[in-house]
């Protein structure tokens, strides 16, 4: 699984670095960043939920 935040949809609320941290952080540019090439299996429901959660709907998530 992939993650990849829409810098233009992206506004940096930061919900999505406090429900995964070891996945997402908000850049110098205050937008979100997906750290990972690969979401590791125990960490996909999380990404799910976070991308679920993101007010702008910025989270792609892809098999």
Excluded: R, W, Y
């Excluded at 995964?20 to 590791?40: M, Q, R, T, Y």
């Amino acid at each position: 699984m992939k993650a990849n935040v829409n810098k233009d949809l992206c506004i940096g609320c930061g919900a999505c670095q406090a429900i995964v941290p070891d996945v997402f952080e908000l850049e110098d540019d205050g937008l979100a960043h997906c750290k990972l090439d690969s979401i590791p299996d125990d960490q996909k429901e999380d990404v799910i939920d976070a991308s679920e959660s993101c007010p702008t709907g910025a989270i792609e998530v892809s098999e």
